[in-house]
């Protein structure tokens, strides 16, 4: 008999491999042992998981909480309160949308005090490779940047895209390091020309939109980038990547030996282009969302395990910014809140539509994510020596999300009024609840900085 802090029993424990009943053993904020069945434990305090499912907290590497400087629009306090009550124990933040963009060692610096007086979840913090920043790529790889993310295409915020040379500059910079750089892959001459033209005939209307960003907007980047990482012998992470066509041109690429990984978004499998015509402006993104076909060939390379990491590009913004595209398009903010709904859109259109499984589930928002980092098997694994990152799920709950739901700054999202089934139920960060019965139980300040790959200190 195991004695412990916290034992929770009477769990379906599911890991990247494995599901089956049982409970977790906690002590000082990491996980002592798993345990299979029921046995009885010496523990301070007991929690009857109700036969629940309980999986390693998600990893998510995907968000933007605008803090400092657009705080007004989302912010660590908040954003990571959303994330607690969807299931996250770890969020790496982007460098873009906050003011400054974390570009060098000072905007680093202010975003780490941010996130240390607000946050509740653990967070990492990603740096930004752009067109006039490579003098401050090595200040920001010591000041402990998760990895360098880089724009092909202009970003609608002050973050200056990079051309085939600085992403090549980049990509051979962060190999040196032992990093790797991120693009958001959409060819900008492209995507320029067939915006431009569409405007000129007067076209402002929803599906303008992904006319203007078609598949072979974002293939063309994608082969760009495979080919620089290729030839540098650098690490490429392709962010939110929307069609099957570009998880194909990665799969084939890293055939070939290039080190490369693919991220798609909970929106790009939940949502089709027929629902930015439905629903507006919430569900503008970039890339644009798919024809309903084409979310279906996603889903199969996610069903076939071609997809390393689904991360949540949680992009918030004032509601007025989404008004603003009501009559033109064009002029909405393009970004989709939806970090707090990840778990529940990939339970109801994956686990539950599509039968996928409760394992690679796991291995996508959780395992993956945190070897991206390389911060597994610390975070995203349900393993002795893990931190206690948990997340209880009820899989058969099903509601309606309502705005009030939501605990970001502005709480609205192309999900809210979708019907949802899986509801998070509580949610520990290294032993502790963050998150129990709808309500946040953390303080402000709880969430630790992680950082990221390369330095001496993780090995
Ligand atoms: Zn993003």
Excluded at 23 to 39: D, F, K, Q, S, T
Excluded at 45 to 66: C, I, K, N, R, Y
Excluded at 227 to 240: E, F, K, N, P, Q
Aim: hydrophobic content about 40%; aromatic content about 6%.
């Amino acid at each position: 008999m195991l004695s412990a802090e916290l034992y929770i029993r009477n769990a379906q424990i599911v890991t990247e491999t494995d599901t089956f009943r049982g409970g977790v053993l906690v002590e000082n904020g990491r996980i002592v042992a798993l345990v299979e069945g029921e046995p009885e434990h010496g523990a301070s305090e007991t929690f009857d998981a109700g036969g629940m499912l309980l999986l390693p907290g998600l990893v998510d590497a995907h968000v933007h909480f605008s803090e400092p400087g657009r705080t007004h629009w989302e912010g660590f306090l908040t954003g990571t309160q959303a994330a607690a009550a969807g299931g996250i124990t770890t969020v790496v933040e982007m460098p873009l949308n906050a003011s400054p963009p974390t570009v060098n060692a000072e905007a680093l610096l202010l975003k780490q005090q941010a996130a240390a007086r607000s946050a509740l979840v653990d967070y990492a913090l990603w740096g930004g490779l752009v067109d006039d920043n490579r003098a401050d790529l090595a200040d920001l790889q010591a000041g402990g940047v998760a990895g360098f993310k880089a724009f092909m295409c202009a970003s609608s915020t002050d973050f200056p895209r990079v051309d085939d040379v600085i992403l090549q500059v980049g990509l051979i910079r962060a190999r040196e390091f032992g990093s790797f750089v991120a693009v958001h892959a959409e060819d900008e001459e492209m995507s320029q020309k067939l915006m431009a033209e569409l405007r000129d005939r007067g076209r402002t209307d929803r599906r303008a939109w992904g006319e203007a960003r078609p598949p072979e907007v974002e293939l063309s980047a994608i082969r760009a980038a495979l080919a620089l990482t290729g030839r540098t012998g650098s690490r490429l992470h392709v962010v939110h990547v929307s069609t099957a066509e570009g998880i194909d041109l990665i799969s084939n690429a890293k055939a070939e030996g290039v080190r490369v990984t693919a991220e798609t978004c909970p929106h790009y499998l939940f949502f089709s282009e027929e629902d930015l015509v439905r629903i507006g402006p919430e569900a503008k993104c970039a890339p644009p969302l798919r024809s309903p076909e084409r979310v279906e060939a996603l889903w199969d390379r996610v069903l076939a395990g071609a997809v390393d990491v689904i991360g949540s590009d949680h992009s918030p913004c004032l509601r007025e910014e989404k008004e603003a595209g009501c009559e033109d398009i064009f002029k909405a903010w393009g970004g989709i809140s939806g970090l707090q709904s990840t778990l529940p859109a990939l339970i109801t259109a994956g686990v539950a539509r599509r039968g996928l499984a409760w394992t690679d589930l796991v291995r996508m928002i959780s395992a993956n994510p945190a070897r991206l980092f390389g911060l597994y098997p610390r975070k995203g694994a349900l393993a002795a020596g893990s931190d206690a990152d948990l997340t209880l799920v009820d899989p058969d709950a099903v509601s309606v999300l309502r705005s009030e739901d939501l605990f970001y700054k502005n709480p609205h999202s192309a999900y809210v009024g979708q019907e949802m089934r899986g509801r998070v139920l509580r949610t520990w960060v290294r032993g502790r609840a963050v998150y129990a019965d709808r309500r946040i139980v953390a303080e402000p300040g709880f969430g630790q900085l992680l950082r990221g790959p390369g330095l001496p200190e993780n090995g």
